[in-house]
């Protein structure tokens, strides 16, 4: 049985489903999710550490937040130290070896050139956040670890793109009409751009390091608050009345219960983008993975019923 408040939604909504324009808050800046129950935003960002002297391969850290995450055993240590700096794939502190072994020392491996580096472990016990100094070893690399991190400059670079949530774009447009069940919502990111989609590209210097960074969309999953979600791998195409009542060529939802039973009588719909990170600088390259979400749009979503009458 409809109520009465709901039968009047019944008679505008073929009027309003395909007019109005929606008027969306605009996502802050930020290089992290959006978080409605807090109004704060948290990163989760999985980095690829740049390779280690000597190693044929990057490290295995992961990050979150703004840093990258350092690990010995499962536990987080500092990424640079009186030791030097962190290497993952050593699970040591770099450092260049002060003095110098002589040239006729094993550690050269036979070579004239690079350097002899120092890599101090931890050892259980005591030290920073429960680690104390273990027993170094030395080992010979052809290239010396940059004085700056380019993997921090890389996020840095990233920082200075002001990438944001996306603003979610549905039809009906108008954002108090209703949707229809089996009528499909259109999907799009609401004014995708640079900053909402990319490509987006910022450099970041110093220490006569300069890396350049270019982030890119991969994705974008909607939670249509129905429990169903729609992963498309592009912002989605904006309606337009000139497409009437067709589908949606790249993105969109078809709902098949009416939100009545819902808080609000309405479907909380959100947008997550998935964004990759390639940078480069001083010799070496990364990625860097996150997830923006935006903010959210509620949808109340009505089952159309013919009436007929004697």
């Known amino acids: 049985m409809l109520t009465r408040s709901r039968a009047a939604v019944l008679l505008t909504a073929i009027g309003l489903i395909t007019t109005g324009t929606v008027t969306a808050a605009a996502a802050d800046p930020a290089t992290c999710d959006y978080d409605p129950a807090t109004g704060k935003r948290v990163c989760e960002v999985t980095a690829t550490p740049p390779t280690e002297p000597g190693s044929s391969s990057p490290g295995k850290g992961t990050s979150s ?46 070579n004239t050139d690079g350097a002899i580096y120092k890599c101090s472990p931890p050892s259980g016990g005591g030290g920073l956040l429960g680690v104390a100094w273990g027993t170094p070893t030395y080992f010979w690399a052809d290239a010396a670890p940059p004085a700056v991190n380019p993997s921090a400059l890389a996020r840095e670079a990233v920082e200075r793109m002001n990438l944001v949530g996306a603003r979610v774009g549905a039809t ?31 450099t970041a210097s110093s220490g006569g390091v300069t890396v350049s960074a270019t982030a890119k969309a991969t994705k974008v999953v909607w939670d249509m608050g129905d429990g169903s979600s729609v992963t498309c791998a592009n912002p989605g195409t904006r309606w337009t009345p000139a497409k009437g009542d067709a589908d949606s060529p790249t993105c969109g939802h078809t709902y098949l219960v ?53």
């Open 172 to 202: 009906p447009l108008n954002p108090t009409a209703p949707g229809v069940v089996g009528v499909q919502s259109w999907l799009w990111i609401d004014g995708a751009d640079e900053h909402s989609w990319g490509p987006n590209t910022a």
């Open 65 to 110: 937040g703004a840093k990258v995450t350092c690990e010995w055993n499962g536990q987080e240590v500092d990424c640079t130290s009186d030791e030097g700096t962190w290497s993952n794939a050593r699970q040591c502190w770099v450092s260049l070896a002060d003095p110098q072994p002589t040239t006729d020392s094993a550690l050269w491996e036979g």
């Open 258 to 310: 009416d939100s009545g039973d819902q808080p609000d009588d309405a479907y909380p719909i959100t947008a997550t983008t998935h964004w990759k990170v390639q940078w480069s600088g001083a010799g070496q390259s990364g990625t860097i993975t996150f997830t923006l979400t935006g903010p959210t749009r509620q949808l109340e979503v009505v089952e159309l019923q013919a009436l007929r009458t004697q």
